[in-house]
Structures are given as structure tokens and as C-alpha cells.
């Protein structure tokens, strides 16, 4: 009984370390977002504003024989290396779903209530703000929340914001996450062309055959993401979207047991500490087996899902960012901010999240259906629903979709920046005086 209780707490303290490790590259991940977000206004709004805008448009082509695709670099960017992200979205969502705070009805219930909530009401506040005006479009806009700047806010409060919170946090932005991937494949998605669709969704199919056939290497997998990526791209489905599709294919399970790893490692190390007292001529072969056998007993999702995130991260999120968050102020930003648009995008983000997290949490609670996190009070739920404010990547990406007008765009780019600004800030302040201090009866 004590043995299964050590292996219980060695599990808890390997996953709270990878968790924190993804907090940690998530926390950093948001500084140089923000650093980037700062670049590309000052940049937008200086003397050399025209290079900006110039750059982003610059054409780039890709030729394969007769098939040519040449599109603006900010094209590049939003439908191609955004896949990336979108895949390392799925790639989370299906951890998430197998072993992490989505792997039961009753741990899944707090996040997706509290997501649901942080989706439906800003959508609702936008569309009563805009209703009767040809800009209700932009409803997806305010739903999204922006994990990377959200834990970034919390990691400035230290060891103060318990690790529970951080988990609720992160759990509802994946869920939060997964729904503006289903809004964007449904509802910002162009006229389909269907032969396209079929030949992607072959494709998958082929992925998800290599998964049951035992393939593991990320190569064949990435060669026919590719191609998923190249037929969603031309079917009038959203690109990325292929990036979720595709990361559900990825195996999730080892090649070999892990007590078969540990007896293979021992017998490579023995013999390894044998030979090598006498000749280390085959000390790298010995080394090469022990590399194999840690591959082969790492799954492939949590390999390429670790090796991912520092690109993601620091390369991928940092250029969106740079390519998306300028925008013209001068003197039309007040009256840009008193457009509908804007002022819906504001609302939804910093009154319904905190309306919608706060209220649909309470809501799965009374019914019983789930459990505050250990150690958290309303409190601190309610400054974790105005961080859920932070839109910035996925509403950026969202008002890409929705408005082609560029003053329209420029208008929801203003909205958006200035509601996550405010959402960091109080929302900073509110955990600030709250976390540590609650009492326990509060938590209750």
C-alpha cells in the first residue's frame, strides 16, 4: 500500500514538473509577445511606418514543377506558420484529454464550464453591441483568451498564485482554444470546394493508418501534414485547421513498456560499464542504444510536442505578433475606439469573460458536477476570468478572418489591444491582493 502511495507522489511531482516547465516557456513565451506587440506599434506609428506596412505584404512564391503558390508574407505567416501553432494546439488538446485535466467527466467539467461561459457571453455582448450593423461578423473575436500573456501575468506573482490555479487557468484556455478552432472551421470558412476537402480528408486517414500500424518517427507524419495543410489551404476550410486534424493523428503511446526500457537500459549499462573498463570502442554504440531505447519509449505526441514549443514560442507567435498588432493611431484612435466594433471587442473581453468564467464556474459548482481547485477561492476565480480577457493571438487571428476592410481590421486591432491591456492589469491587481490570502472558508 505505502509502495503504490510513493508511486502516486512520483507521478504527481513528474507531472507538476513538466507542468511547470510548460508555465515557465508560456510565461516567457508572453514577455517577448509583448515586446513584439510594442515593436510593431512604435514601428507602425514612427516615420518609417510605410516599410512596415510594405514588408508585410512583400510577395513570396513556392514553385513544385507546375503547381505555384505566391502569396504576401503576412499570408505566409497567418495560414502557414500558424499551422504550427494550431497543431501544437491539437497536440495539447489531446494531451489534455488523455492524461491531463480533461481525462475525466468530473476534473473536465470545471474548465469547459468555465470556457463555455468565457465564449458564449462576450460573443453575446458583442453581437447586442453590433446587432442591426453589417460588423456582427467579428462575434468569434472577443471569445478567444491568450495563454501565453495570461500565465505570463501570473508567473510575475511567483510561488503567491498556487499551482491549481495555474492548472484551471491553462485547462480553460485549451478548452477556449478548441472552441475558436470549431468556430473558425464553421463559421469563417470561405465557399468549400469538396474534391479538396476529400483528398485531405484521405489524407488524415492515412495518418491515422500509420498511427495503428505502429509508425513512430515524426518524418512520414510532417510529409503528409504538409500535404493536409496544402488541400485545406485550397478547399476554402481554414489552413490551420489541418493543424488540429492532423495532430489528433499523432501516437500518443510508446513503442516499447517501460519496464521493457528499464531492463534494456540496465543491461546497456552493465555491459557498457564492463566493456569499457577493458576498451571504449563500442561506447558509442552503447550510447546509441540507449538514445533508441529513451526514444522509443517516449511518445511521439509528448516528443514532438516538447521539441515544438520553444519554436512556437520564440519564433512563430513573436512574427505573428510583429505582423499583426500594428496599427495606425494618430488621432483617429479615439474615434476608433468609440466604434461599435471596438467597443463590442472591449466589452466581450473584459466584461464577458469575467461575467461568463465567473458565472458558468459558480454554475458547475452549485450543481455539483465539479470542485473548485484546492487551495482557490472566488477570488481568485475572479481575477483568472478577467486575465481570460488577454484575447490578443487568437482574437488577432480571428479578426483577420472576419474583416477584410483594413479600417474595419484596424479598428478590432485597437479593441483588442486595449481590452487585453486593461485585462492584464486589473487582473494582475485583483490576484495581487488575493492570492495567499484567502480564507479557507472561501474555497469552500
Known amino acids: 500500500m505505502d509502495s503504490q502511495k510513493g508511486q502516486l507522489v512520483k507521478i504527481r511531482e513528474r507531472v507538476e514538473t513538466q507542468f511547470q516547465s510548460f508555465v515557465r516557456l508560456e510565461s516567457a513565451s508572453g514577455i517577448v509577445l509583448l515586446a513584439c506587440a510594442v515593436i510593431a506599434l512604435i514601428w507602425a506609428n514612427s516615420p518609417w511606418s510605410d516599410s ?37 494546439v491539437g497536440l495539447e488538446i489531446k494531451r489534455e484529454v488523455l492524461v491531463g485535466e480533461l481525462n475525466t467527466f468530473r476534473r473536465a467539467m470545471l474548465p469547459v464550464f468555465a470556457a463555455v461561459g468565457g465564449m458564449a457571453v462576450p460573443a453575446l455582448i458583442y453581437v447586442i453591441v453590433n446587432a442591426g450593423t453589417a460588423y456582427t461578423k467579428g462575434w468569434g473575436i472577443p471569445m478567444a483568451t491568450d495563454i501565453a500573456f495570461a500565465l505570463a501575468i501570473m508567473a510575475m506573482l511567483g510561488s503567491r498564485v498556487p499551482l491549481s490555479l495555474k492548472v484551471f487557468l491553462t485547462a480553460v484556455a485549451i478548452v477556449d482554444d478548441l472552441g475558436a478552432v470549431m468556430v473558425i472551421a464553421i463559421f469563417y470558412s470561405a465557399d468549400l470546394a469538396w474534391n479538396m476537402l476529400l483528398a485531405a480528408g484521405g489524407l488524415l486517414a492515412v495518418a491515422f493508418i500509420m498511427n495503428a500500424a505502429g509508425v513512430r518517427r515524426p518524418l512520414p507524419y510532417a510529409l503528409v501534414g504538409i500535404l493536409v495543410w496544402y488541400f485545406f489551404h485550397e478547399s476554402g476550410v481554414h489552413a490551420t485547421i489541418a493543424g488540429v486534424l492532423v495532430a489528433m493523428s499523432i501516437p ?67 512574427l505573428f505578433a510583429l505582423a499583426n498588432a500594428g496599427v495606425m493611431l494618430g488621432g483617429d484612435a479615439l474615434s476608433m475606439l468609440g466604434h461599435t466594433v471596438a467597443i463590442g471587442i472591449g466589452a466581450g473581453l473584459l466584461l464577458g469573460k469575467l461575467a461568463g468564467v465567473t ?69 494582475y491587481i485583483l490576484l495581487a491582493r488575493t492570492t495567499g490570502t484567502a480564507p479557507a472558508s472561501e474555497a469552500a
Request: glycine residues 8%; negative net charge; contains cysteine.
Open 52 to 88: 512596415y506596412f510594405l514588408l508585410w505584404k512583400t510577395k513570396l512564391g513556392v514553385k513544385f514543377g507546375t503547381l505555384e503558390m505566391s502569396y504576401p508574407l503576412y499570408h505566409w505567416i497567418n495560414d502557414g506558420l500558424m499551422a504550427l501553432f494550431f497543431f501544437l
Open 252 to 318: 500518443a503511446s510508446s513503442s516499447i513498456r517501460l519496464q521493457e526500457f528499464i531492463q534494456r537500459g540496465r543491461r546497456l549499462l552493465q555491459r557498457m560499464e564492463t566493456d569499457t573498463a577493458h576498451d571504449s570502442h563500442h561506447l558509442n554504440d552503447y550510447i546509441a542504444g540507449l538514445d533508441n531505447a529513451c526514444r522509443e519509449v517516449e511518445p511521439p505526441l509528448q516528443y514532438i510536442e516538447h521539441a515544438l514549443q520553444p519554436w512556437i514560442a520564440y519564433l512563430v507567435m513573436p
Open 359 to 427: 458565472a458558468f464556474t459558480w454554475l458547475a459548482v452549485k450543481l455539483g458536477v465539479a470542485e473548485m481547485p484546492q487551495g482557490v477561492g472566488w477570488a481568485q476565480i475572479t481575477g483568472v476570468s478577467i486575465l481570460c480577457g488577454l484575447g490578443f493571438t487568437m482574437s488577432l487571428f480571428i479578426a483577420n478572418l472576419a474583416f477584410d476592410d483594413e479600417a474595419l481590421l484596424a479598428t478590432a486591432k485597437v479593441g483588442i489591444l486595449s481590452a487585453s491591456l486593461i485585462a492584464g492589469a486589473a487582473g
